[in-house]
C-alpha cells in the first residue's frame, strides 16, 4: 500500500483504503512492541511527513503519553487486556 492524497492505494489491485494503516499499526503495537512513536510509525508505514503520521496516530483513539518528540502512543487499556 501507497500513501496517496488521504488515502492508502494498492497498485496491484487499485483499491484504495483510507483506514489501511490502522490494521497495521494494531498489528505493530501487538506483535512488534507494545509501544510507538511518530518516528516509528513514519518508517513502518513508510509516510515522509511528522503531520501525516501525527494525523494517522491521532484518529485512532490510542492512549498516548509525552509531548512532541518524546510522545508515545499504546493500545487502550480497553483493547490491551482482550
Known amino acids: 500500500m501507497v ?11 487499485g483499491e484504495f483504503d ?10 505493530y503495537l501487538l506483535l512488534v ?6 518516528k516509528q ?3 513502518f508505514l513508510d509516510v515522509e511527513s511528522s503531520r501525516v503520521a501525527y494525523h494517522l ?5 490510542l492512549s498516548s503519553k509525552g509531548k512532541g518528540k518524546g510522545r508515545i ?10
Request: charged share 25%.
Open 18 to 27: 483510507r483506514n489501511a494503516h490502522q490494521r497495521v499499526i494494531y498489528d
Open 73 to 82: 502512543y499504546s493500545l487502550p487499556k480497553k483493547l490491551s487486556h482482550q
Open 41 to 43: 510509525a513514519r518508517e
Open 57 to 61: 496516530l491521532n484518529n485512532m483513539d
Open 3 to 13: 500513501r496517496n492524497m488521504r488515502s492508502w492505494y494498492c497498485p496491484d489491485c
Open 33 to 38: 512492541n507494545p509501544n510507538i512513536t511518530n
